[in-house]
Protein backbone atom coordinates (compact mmCIF):
# COMPACT_ATOMS: atom_id res chain seq x y z
CA UNK A 1 0.00 0.00 0.00
CA UNK A 2 3.09 2.09 0.95
CA UNK A 3 3.90 1.51 -2.88
CA UNK A 4 0.46 2.89 -4.24
CA UNK A 5 0.63 5.55 -2.22
CA UNK A 6 3.88 6.70 -3.10
CA UNK A 7 2.91 6.78 -6.93
CA UNK A 8 -0.16 8.70 -6.29
CA UNK A 9 1.99 11.32 -4.97
CA UNK A 10 4.78 11.26 -7.73
CA UNK A 11 1.93 10.53 -10.34
CA UNK A 12 0.11 13.83 -9.19
CA UNK A 13 3.33 15.88 -9.28
CA UNK A 14 4.14 15.34 -12.65
CA UNK A 15 0.92 15.36 -14.04
CA UNK A 16 0.65 18.78 -12.32
CA UNK A 17 4.02 19.44 -13.81
CA UNK A 18 3.21 18.42 -17.38
CA UNK A 19 -0.43 20.37 -17.12
CA UNK A 20 1.19 23.43 -15.85
CA UNK A 21 4.09 23.61 -19.09
CA UNK A 22 1.98 21.78 -22.07
CA UNK A 23 -1.58 23.53 -21.72
CA UNK A 24 -1.21 27.02 -20.07
CA UNK A 25 -0.37 28.47 -23.42
CA UNK A 26 -3.75 26.75 -24.84
CA UNK A 27 -5.89 28.04 -21.69
CA UNK A 28 -4.64 31.59 -22.05
CA UNK A 29 -5.56 31.65 -26.17
CA UNK A 30 -9.06 29.89 -25.63
CA UNK A 31 -9.66 32.55 -22.54
CA UNK A 32 -12.97 30.28 -21.73
CA UNK A 33 -14.82 29.92 -18.46
CA UNK A 34 -14.57 26.44 -16.81
CA UNK A 35 -17.71 24.34 -16.48
CA UNK A 36 -17.54 23.89 -12.85
CA UNK A 37 -20.44 20.68 -13.13
CA UNK A 38 -17.42 18.70 -14.77
CA UNK A 39 -14.68 19.20 -11.90
CA UNK A 40 -17.37 17.84 -9.27
CA UNK A 41 -17.50 14.02 -9.93
CA UNK A 42 -14.07 13.77 -10.48
CA UNK A 43 -13.13 15.41 -6.92
CA UNK A 44 -15.50 13.22 -5.32
CA UNK A 45 -14.12 10.50 -6.94
CA UNK A 46 -10.54 11.43 -6.06
CA UNK A 47 -11.80 12.06 -2.47
CA UNK A 48 -13.48 8.82 -1.94
CA UNK A 49 -10.49 6.88 -3.24
CA UNK A 50 -7.61 8.73 -1.36
CA UNK A 51 -10.43 8.33 1.90
CA UNK A 52 -7.36 6.03 4.00
CA UNK A 53 -4.51 8.74 3.01
CA UNK A 54 -6.51 11.61 4.89
CA UNK A 55 -3.44 13.96 5.48
CA UNK A 56 -2.14 13.43 1.80
CA UNK A 57 -5.55 14.18 0.64
CA UNK A 58 -5.84 17.20 0.82
CA UNK A 59 -2.72 18.21 -1.36
CA UNK A 60 -4.25 16.05 -3.79
CA UNK A 61 -7.88 17.62 -3.94
CA UNK A 62 -6.35 20.75 -4.98
CA UNK A 63 -4.34 19.33 -7.80
CA UNK A 64 -7.21 16.79 -9.05
CA UNK A 65 -9.29 20.19 -9.23
CA UNK A 66 -7.22 21.86 -11.47
CA UNK A 67 -6.86 18.91 -13.73
CA UNK A 68 -10.58 18.49 -13.84
CA UNK A 69 -10.99 21.51 -14.89
CA UNK A 70 -8.31 21.48 -17.50
CA UNK A 71 -10.50 18.19 -18.41
CA UNK A 72 -13.35 19.80 -18.71
CA UNK A 73 -11.83 22.83 -20.93
CA UNK A 74 -10.85 20.28 -23.38
CA UNK A 75 -14.60 18.71 -23.43
CA UNK A 76 -16.38 22.11 -23.68
CA UNK A 77 -13.99 22.98 -26.37
CA UNK A 78 -14.74 19.88 -28.58
CA UNK A 79 -17.92 18.66 -27.15
CA UNK A 80 -20.06 19.70 -29.74
CA UNK A 81 -17.69 18.69 -32.91
CA UNK A 82 -16.68 15.27 -31.76
CA UNK A 83 -19.71 13.57 -32.53
CA UNK A 84 -19.36 9.87 -33.57
CA UNK A 85 -20.78 10.40 -36.72
CA UNK A 86 -19.42 9.45 -40.50
CA UNK A 87 -18.05 12.19 -41.95
CA UNK A 88 -18.67 13.01 -46.14
CA UNK A 89 -16.46 14.24 -48.71
CA UNK A 90 -17.06 17.47 -49.99
CA UNK A 91 -18.39 18.40 -53.45
CA UNK A 92 -14.60 19.36 -55.28
CA UNK A 93 -14.49 21.27 -58.51
CA UNK A 94 -11.65 21.29 -60.74
CA UNK A 95 -8.95 23.83 -59.86
CA UNK A 96 -7.77 26.37 -62.39
CA UNK A 97 -3.79 25.27 -62.19
CA UNK A 98 -2.69 27.03 -65.63
CA UNK A 99 -0.59 23.93 -66.38
CA UNK A 100 0.94 23.86 -63.05
CA UNK A 101 0.83 20.72 -60.33
CA UNK A 102 -2.24 20.50 -57.54
CA UNK A 103 -1.09 22.00 -54.80
CA UNK A 104 -2.01 19.79 -52.30
CA UNK A 105 -1.79 19.96 -48.17
CA UNK A 106 -1.67 17.20 -45.66
CA UNK A 107 -1.81 17.28 -41.91
CA UNK A 108 -0.39 14.84 -40.33
CA UNK A 109 2.86 12.63 -41.44
CA UNK A 110 0.63 9.51 -41.94
CA UNK A 111 -1.80 11.01 -43.97
CA UNK A 112 0.91 12.51 -45.75
CA UNK A 113 2.33 9.49 -46.93
CA UNK A 114 -1.11 7.93 -47.94
CA UNK A 115 -1.56 11.21 -50.07
CA UNK A 116 1.56 10.87 -51.49
CA UNK A 117 0.91 7.53 -52.22
CA UNK A 118 -1.93 8.34 -54.97
CA UNK A 119 -0.77 11.49 -55.87
CA UNK A 120 2.41 10.83 -57.04
CA UNK A 121 4.67 12.67 -59.31
CA UNK A 122 1.25 14.83 -60.10
CA UNK A 123 0.85 17.11 -57.37
CA UNK A 124 3.21 19.49 -55.21
CA UNK A 125 2.56 18.06 -52.07
CA UNK A 126 3.09 20.00 -48.44
CA UNK A 127 3.21 17.91 -45.28
CA UNK A 128 2.28 19.95 -41.94
CA UNK A 129 3.83 17.97 -39.60
CA UNK A 130 7.03 16.51 -39.58
CA UNK A 131 7.72 12.84 -38.49
CA UNK A 132 7.92 13.12 -34.40
CA UNK A 133 4.93 15.45 -34.27
CA UNK A 134 1.37 14.47 -32.32
CA UNK A 135 -1.23 15.42 -33.82
CA UNK A 136 -3.05 16.25 -30.60
CA UNK A 137 -0.90 18.80 -29.69
CA UNK A 138 0.33 20.60 -33.03
CA UNK A 139 -0.36 23.89 -33.41
CA UNK A 140 0.09 25.60 -37.33
CA UNK A 141 2.43 28.12 -37.66
CA UNK A 142 1.97 31.19 -39.66
CA UNK A 143 3.76 29.83 -42.43
CA UNK A 144 1.80 26.85 -42.15
CA UNK A 145 -1.43 28.74 -42.49
CA UNK A 146 -0.38 30.77 -45.70
CA UNK A 147 0.84 27.27 -47.37
CA UNK A 148 -2.79 26.33 -46.55
CA UNK A 149 -4.40 29.45 -47.58
CA UNK A 150 -2.14 29.20 -51.17
CA UNK A 151 -3.39 25.39 -51.84
CA UNK A 152 -5.78 23.64 -53.63
CA UNK A 153 -6.97 21.60 -51.50
CA UNK A 154 -6.30 20.48 -47.48
CA UNK A 155 -6.64 16.63 -46.57
CA UNK A 156 -7.21 16.56 -42.34
CA UNK A 157 -8.17 13.40 -40.38
CA UNK A 158 -11.32 14.28 -39.36
CA UNK A 159 -12.77 14.15 -36.15
CA UNK A 160 -11.09 16.85 -34.31
CA UNK A 161 -7.75 14.99 -34.29
CA UNK A 162 -5.82 17.92 -35.42
CA UNK A 163 -7.23 19.99 -32.69
CA UNK A 164 -4.68 22.96 -32.83
CA UNK A 165 -5.24 23.42 -36.33
CA UNK A 166 -9.60 23.32 -36.38
CA UNK A 167 -10.56 27.36 -35.79
CA UNK A 168 -7.73 28.15 -38.63
CA UNK A 169 -9.59 26.13 -40.98
CA UNK A 170 -12.36 27.72 -40.48
CA UNK A 171 -10.79 30.96 -41.46
CA UNK A 172 -9.39 30.29 -44.16
CA UNK A 173 -12.52 29.44 -45.84
CA UNK A 174 -13.33 28.35 -49.75
CA UNK A 175 -10.18 29.11 -51.14
CA UNK A 176 -8.80 25.60 -50.13
CA UNK A 177 -11.38 23.08 -49.27
CA UNK A 178 -11.02 20.74 -46.46
CA UNK A 179 -11.53 17.58 -46.93
CA UNK A 180 -11.61 14.88 -44.33
CA UNK A 181 -9.35 12.08 -45.53
CA UNK A 182 -11.60 9.70 -43.06
CA UNK A 183 -14.76 10.46 -44.81
CA UNK A 184 -17.35 7.32 -45.38
CA UNK A 185 -15.31 5.59 -42.03
CA UNK A 186 -17.60 4.24 -39.64
CA UNK A 187 -16.10 5.81 -36.37
CA UNK A 188 -15.80 3.92 -33.47
CA UNK A 189 -17.15 5.81 -30.05
CA UNK A 190 -14.76 6.00 -27.55
CA UNK A 191 -14.24 3.85 -25.41
CA UNK A 192 -15.56 0.86 -27.47
CA UNK A 193 -12.79 -1.48 -27.14
CA UNK A 194 -12.50 -4.96 -28.34
CA UNK A 195 -14.47 -5.90 -25.00
CA UNK A 196 -17.29 -4.44 -26.30
CA UNK A 197 -17.18 -6.28 -29.65
CA UNK A 198 -15.67 -9.56 -28.17
CA UNK A 199 -18.97 -9.62 -26.04
CA UNK A 200 -21.96 -11.84 -27.69
CA UNK A 201 -19.02 -12.67 -30.37
CA UNK A 202 -17.52 -15.80 -30.95
CA UNK A 203 -15.47 -16.61 -27.16
CA UNK A 204 -14.52 -19.50 -24.91
CA UNK A 205 -16.73 -20.11 -22.31
CA UNK A 206 -13.35 -20.02 -19.96
CA UNK A 207 -12.80 -16.67 -20.87
CA UNK A 208 -16.07 -15.35 -20.87
CA UNK A 209 -15.48 -14.52 -17.10
CA UNK A 210 -12.32 -12.84 -16.93
CA UNK A 211 -13.55 -10.59 -19.71
CA UNK A 212 -16.58 -9.64 -18.39
CA UNK A 213 -14.88 -8.67 -15.52
CA UNK A 214 -12.64 -6.76 -17.22
CA UNK A 215 -15.20 -5.36 -19.04
CA UNK A 216 -17.14 -3.87 -15.78
CA UNK A 217 -14.17 -2.64 -14.74
CA UNK A 218 -13.61 -0.62 -17.97
CA UNK A 219 -17.34 0.71 -18.42
CA UNK A 220 -16.51 1.92 -15.05
CA UNK A 221 -13.72 3.82 -16.23
CA UNK A 222 -15.43 5.02 -19.10
CA UNK A 223 -18.09 6.25 -17.48
CA UNK A 224 -15.89 8.46 -15.04
CA UNK A 225 -14.16 10.27 -18.47
CA UNK A 226 -17.61 10.15 -20.51
CA UNK A 227 -18.62 13.38 -20.02
CA UNK A 228 -15.33 14.39 -21.16
CA UNK A 229 -14.24 12.74 -23.86
CA UNK A 230 -17.70 11.53 -25.53
CA UNK A 231 -17.80 11.08 -29.84
CA UNK A 232 -15.61 9.54 -32.36
CA UNK A 233 -12.12 7.40 -31.94
CA UNK A 234 -10.05 9.92 -34.75
CA UNK A 235 -7.33 6.94 -34.78
CA UNK A 236 -9.22 5.33 -37.70
CA UNK A 237 -5.89 4.26 -39.61
CA UNK A 238 -4.83 1.48 -37.15
CA UNK A 239 -7.18 -0.50 -39.28
CA UNK A 240 -5.93 -1.10 -42.60
CA UNK A 241 -9.03 -1.39 -44.23
CA UNK A 242 -9.53 2.13 -43.26
CA UNK A 243 -6.61 3.04 -44.98
CA UNK A 244 -8.20 1.36 -47.68
CA UNK A 245 -10.98 3.66 -47.79
CA UNK A 246 -8.35 6.81 -47.13
CA UNK A 247 -7.05 5.82 -50.36
CA UNK A 248 -10.18 6.11 -52.30
CA UNK A 249 -10.99 9.27 -50.73
CA UNK A 250 -7.69 10.61 -51.43
CA UNK A 251 -8.22 9.46 -55.28
CA UNK A 252 -11.71 10.72 -55.79
CA UNK A 253 -10.86 13.85 -54.33
CA UNK A 254 -7.94 14.64 -56.60
CA UNK A 255 -9.44 12.99 -59.41
CA UNK A 256 -12.25 15.43 -59.19
CA UNK A 257 -9.88 18.35 -58.67
CA UNK A 258 -7.53 17.54 -61.37
CA UNK A 259 -9.44 15.33 -64.25
CA UNK A 260 -6.52 15.63 -66.50
CA UNK A 261 -4.29 13.26 -64.31
CA UNK A 262 -7.63 11.36 -63.00
CA UNK A 263 -6.08 8.05 -64.84
CA UNK A 264 -2.50 8.55 -62.94
CA UNK A 265 -4.33 8.73 -59.47
CA UNK A 266 -6.69 5.30 -59.82
CA UNK A 267 -3.40 3.66 -61.45
CA UNK A 268 -1.70 4.98 -58.08
CA UNK A 269 -4.15 4.11 -56.13
CA UNK A 270 -4.55 0.64 -57.31
CA UNK A 271 -1.08 -0.37 -56.75
CA UNK A 272 -0.71 1.16 -53.13
CA UNK A 273 -4.17 -0.96 -52.15
CA UNK A 274 -2.15 -3.70 -53.58
CA UNK A 275 0.91 -3.50 -51.27
CA UNK A 276 -2.11 -2.67 -48.47
CA UNK A 277 -3.47 -6.08 -48.84
CA UNK A 278 -0.10 -7.67 -48.60
CA UNK A 279 0.36 -5.59 -44.92
CA UNK A 280 -2.89 -7.12 -43.80
CA UNK A 281 -1.94 -10.80 -44.27
CA UNK A 282 1.62 -10.02 -42.95
CA UNK A 283 -0.57 -8.60 -39.95
CA UNK A 284 -3.06 -10.91 -39.59
CA UNK A 285 -0.58 -13.53 -39.28
CA UNK A 286 2.06 -12.21 -36.78
CA UNK A 287 -0.86 -10.96 -34.44
CA UNK A 288 -2.40 -14.66 -34.64
CA UNK A 289 0.86 -15.61 -32.88
CA UNK A 290 -0.09 -14.06 -29.21
CA UNK A 291 -1.25 -16.54 -27.06
CA UNK A 292 -4.84 -16.08 -25.91
CA UNK A 293 -3.78 -15.11 -22.41
CA UNK A 294 -1.56 -12.45 -23.33
CA UNK A 295 -3.61 -10.17 -25.76
CA UNK A 296 -3.69 -6.75 -23.34
CA UNK A 297 -2.32 -3.72 -24.44
CA UNK A 298 -1.08 -1.19 -22.01
CA UNK A 299 -0.80 1.98 -24.04
CA UNK A 300 0.35 5.69 -23.86
CA UNK A 301 -2.90 7.12 -25.07
CA UNK A 302 -6.19 5.77 -26.29
CA UNK A 303 -4.98 5.11 -29.85
CA UNK A 304 -4.93 1.18 -30.51
CA UNK A 305 -9.26 0.78 -30.29
CA UNK A 306 -9.31 0.47 -34.27
CA UNK A 307 -6.19 -2.16 -33.55
CA UNK A 308 -7.65 -3.99 -30.96
CA UNK A 309 -10.92 -4.70 -32.60
CA UNK A 310 -9.30 -5.43 -35.80
CA UNK A 311 -7.04 -8.49 -34.31
CA UNK A 312 -8.87 -9.03 -31.00
CA UNK A 313 -7.16 -8.14 -28.03
CA UNK A 314 -8.30 -5.81 -25.79
CA UNK A 315 -7.02 -2.12 -24.28
CA UNK A 316 -6.63 -2.93 -20.57
CA UNK A 317 -5.75 0.39 -19.86
CA UNK A 318 -3.54 3.55 -20.77
CA UNK A 319 -1.52 5.48 -19.06
CA UNK A 320 -3.55 9.02 -20.43
CA UNK A 321 -7.02 8.83 -20.43
CA UNK A 322 -8.82 9.67 -23.17
CA UNK A 323 -8.39 9.64 -26.45
CA UNK A 324 -6.28 12.95 -26.41
CA UNK A 325 -2.90 13.34 -25.77
CA UNK A 326 -4.03 16.36 -24.27
CA UNK A 327 -6.00 14.91 -21.69
CA UNK A 328 -3.99 14.21 -18.03
CA UNK A 329 -3.83 11.33 -15.89
CA UNK A 330 -5.24 11.05 -12.24
CA UNK A 331 -2.80 9.68 -9.34
CA UNK A 332 -6.43 7.49 -9.16
CA UNK A 333 -6.45 6.66 -12.47
CA UNK A 334 -2.78 5.69 -12.43
CA UNK A 335 -3.02 3.44 -8.99
CA UNK A 336 -6.07 1.64 -11.11
CA UNK A 337 -4.47 0.98 -14.03
CA UNK A 338 -1.14 -0.64 -12.07
CA UNK A 339 -3.80 -2.29 -9.85
CA UNK A 340 -5.54 -3.72 -13.11
CA UNK A 341 -1.69 -4.88 -14.81
CA UNK A 342 -1.12 -6.89 -11.96
CA UNK A 343 -4.79 -8.57 -11.93
CA UNK A 344 -3.72 -9.54 -15.91
CA UNK A 345 -0.06 -9.98 -14.73
CA UNK A 346 0.73 -7.21 -17.54
CA UNK A 347 4.57 -6.41 -17.77
CA UNK A 348 4.07 -4.65 -21.19
CA UNK A 349 3.85 -0.82 -21.01
CA UNK A 350 3.67 0.87 -24.42
CA UNK A 351 4.44 4.20 -25.16
CA UNK A 352 4.41 6.34 -27.99
CA UNK A 353 7.35 8.17 -30.31
CA UNK A 354 5.43 12.06 -30.26
CA UNK A 355 4.89 12.03 -26.09
CA UNK A 356 7.23 11.72 -23.47
CA UNK A 357 7.05 8.71 -21.85
CA UNK A 358 7.56 9.88 -17.94
CA UNK A 359 4.72 9.01 -16.62
CA UNK A 360 4.64 5.37 -18.07
CA UNK A 361 8.24 5.04 -16.83
CA UNK A 362 6.45 5.85 -13.45
CA UNK A 363 4.38 3.18 -14.02
CA UNK A 364 6.93 0.62 -14.72
CA UNK A 365 8.74 1.47 -11.41
CA UNK A 366 5.46 0.44 -9.11
CA UNK A 367 4.98 -3.05 -10.79
CA UNK A 368 6.44 -5.08 -8.10
CA UNK A 369 5.06 -8.46 -9.79
CA UNK A 370 6.45 -8.33 -13.19
CA UNK A 371 10.12 -10.08 -12.78
CA UNK A 372 11.13 -7.61 -16.09
CA UNK A 373 9.25 -4.84 -17.06
CA UNK A 374 9.18 -3.63 -20.56
CA UNK A 375 8.04 -0.07 -21.66
CA UNK A 376 8.21 -0.36 -25.43
CA UNK A 377 7.73 2.04 -27.89
CA UNK A 378 4.84 2.19 -31.03
CA UNK A 379 4.63 4.98 -33.75
CA UNK A 380 0.53 6.20 -33.24
CA UNK A 381 -0.11 9.75 -34.41
CA UNK A 382 3.24 9.96 -36.90
CA UNK A 383 5.83 7.90 -38.93
CA UNK A 384 8.93 7.94 -38.33
CA UNK A 385 12.24 9.58 -39.32
CA UNK A 386 13.75 9.15 -42.51
CA UNK A 387 15.73 5.90 -42.15
CA UNK A 388 14.07 4.25 -39.48
CA UNK A 389 12.21 1.62 -41.37
CA UNK A 390 8.67 3.34 -40.17
CA UNK A 391 9.19 5.85 -42.21
CA UNK A 392 6.15 5.27 -44.08
CA UNK A 393 2.32 4.44 -43.09
CA UNK A 394 3.11 0.59 -43.90
CA UNK A 395 6.30 1.06 -42.37
CA UNK A 396 5.25 2.29 -39.10
CA UNK A 397 2.52 -0.65 -38.53
CA UNK A 398 4.38 -3.25 -39.52
CA UNK A 399 6.81 -1.81 -36.41
CA UNK A 400 4.34 -1.29 -34.48
CA UNK A 401 2.69 -5.02 -35.01
CA UNK A 402 6.14 -6.45 -34.79
CA UNK A 403 6.91 -4.01 -31.15
CA UNK A 404 3.60 -5.19 -29.96
CA UNK A 405 4.48 -9.60 -30.86
CA UNK A 406 7.54 -9.29 -29.26
CA UNK A 407 6.65 -7.35 -26.31
CA UNK A 408 3.29 -10.20 -25.43
CA UNK A 409 5.32 -13.13 -25.92
ZN1 LIG B 1 -4.00 10.12 -30.54
Redesign the pocket.
Known amino acids: MNDKLRIMIVAAMIALGVMVTGCAPEANEQGSTLPETSTSSEDAETASIADEHAEEEGEHADEEGEHAEDEGEHADEHGHEEEAEMLALPELNAAELGGEPLRVVATTSIIGDVVAQVGGEAIALTVLMGPGQ???SYEPSARDLTTVADSNVIFVNGWN?EEGLADDLENIGEDAPVVPISANIEPMAFGEDAHDHEEGEEHKEGEEHEEGEAHAEEEDHGDEHGHDHSGAD??VWFSIHNVEQWVENVANALSDLDPANAATYEANAAAYLAELETLEDYAAEQMGQISEDNRFLVTN???FGYFAHEYDISVLGTIIPG???LAEPSASDLADLITEMEEHAVCTIFTETTVSDTLAQTVAAELSDCDDVQVLTLY??AVGPEGSGADSYIGMFRANVDTIVSGLQ
Open positions: DPHLPHHDAMSTTG
